[in-house]
């Protein structure tokens, strides 16, 4: 089912479905993923649902949204904003964590990306977040706004 594009469980529309292992060492004393580990989770779903960054990481599997396909190795994606709320505890489990990641808002130069983390098990909503990325030019350090291409790739998800 990871990386799938479908019917969100909330019926807000579509999104991309993210299986997320959770480690031993997510775990924090109440036997529960720890907070900070949470951002990891929605950096993993991130990736994996739209890749790699340009001039990173090696190629592998395509991105079921190809959001940075294309973009140049001159252009950084970088986190300006993570906003996050913990609904219930999300409990360890040797079980991925289901993670529904959609995009919430494309603007000029940036994409607001929504997640609803779900417990494994049962599918109850544990998180939800959103980040903020924004694509800049690493030379100038000036915003770059979005390519025809990726607003296409982005229809998809809205």
């Given at each position: 089912?990871?990386?799938?594009?479908?019917?969100?469980?909330?019926?807000?529309?579509?999104?991309?479905?993210?299986?997320?292992?959770?480690?031993?060492?997510?775990?924090?004393?109440?036997?529960?993923?720890?907070?900070?580990?949470?951002?990891?989770?929605?950096?993993?779903?991130?990736?994996?649902?739209?890749?790699?960054?340009?001039?990173?990481?090696?190629?592998?599997?395509?991105?079921?949204?190809?959001?940075?396909?294309?973009?140049?190795?001159?252009v950084q994606t970088l986190i300006a904003e993570h906003r996050i709320?913990?609904?219930?505890?999300?409990?360890?489990?040797?079980?991925?964590?289901?993670?529904?990641?959609?995009?919430?808002?494309?603007?000029?130069?940036?994409?607001?990306?929504?997640?609803?983390?779900?417990?494994?098990?049962?599918?109850?909503?544990?998180?939800?977040?959103?980040?903020?990325?924004?694509?800049?030019d690493s030379v100038t350090g000036r915003p770059?706004?979005?390519?025809?291409?990726?607003?296409?790739?982005?229809?998809?998800?809205?």
């Amino acid at each position: 089912m990871t990386g799938t594009v479908g019917p969100r469980p909330d019926g807000g529309g579509p999104g991309v479905r993210v299986d997320v292992a959770l480690r031993w060492g997510d775990m924090d004393a109440y036997g529960h993923v720890n907070n900070v580990r949470i951002v990891s989770i929605l950096e993993e779903a991130r990736i994996q649902a739209f890749g790699v960054p340009a001039g990173t990481g090696a190629p592998g599997v395509p991105a079921p949204v190809s959001m940075l396909d294309g973009v140049p190795d001159t252009v950084q994606t970088l986190i300006a904003e993570h906003r996050i709320r913990y609904r219930r505890p999300l409990a360890y489990r040797n079980i991925p964590a289901q993670v529904w990641v959609w995009v919430a808002a494309a603007k000029g130069a940036s994409i607001e990306v929504a997640y609803s983390v779900r417990d494994g098990m049962d599918g109850t909503e544990c998180v939800t977040a959103t980040t903020t990325m924004v694509f800049v030019d690493s030379v100038t350090g000036r915003p770059v706004r979005l390519s025809e291409a990726q607003r296409e790739g982005l229809q998809n998800l809205r």
